[in-house]
């Protein structure tokens, strides 16, 4: 299956809200590559201006990607930060 057949859509912005307050979410693209290699993210949400080459990384096969449809400057504002995210990812 290729990576890209895997991003799914979303709008769940209020899923993410959720995972952020609960403490799950690591923000930014180094972080969440970094635990992704040890096995410790489930999910990671993308904003619509995360870099494309962020999809095609081979330690993201086996999670699932979703894409908000939100731009990283929002995103950190969403989140509570004065800085872009472009990159979220869920602790498992």
Do not use: C, Q, W
Not at 11 to 31: A, M, P, S, T
């Amino acid at each position: 299956m290729e990576i890209i057949e895997k991003i799914k859509k979303d709008h769940g912005i209020n899923d993410l809200k959720k995972e952020f307050n609960e403490g799950k979410l690591v923000l930014g693209i180094r972080e969440t590559l970094k635990l992704t290699k040890k096995n410790k993210i489930e999910r990671i949400y993308l904003s619509t201006t995360a870099p494309k080459y962020i999809v095609n990384r081979e330690e993201f096969k086996k999670v699932e990607i979703n894409r908000l449809d939100i731009d990283a400057v929002g995103l950190g504002k969403l989140l509570g930060k004065n800085f872009p995210v472009s990159v979220a990812g869920v602790l498992k």
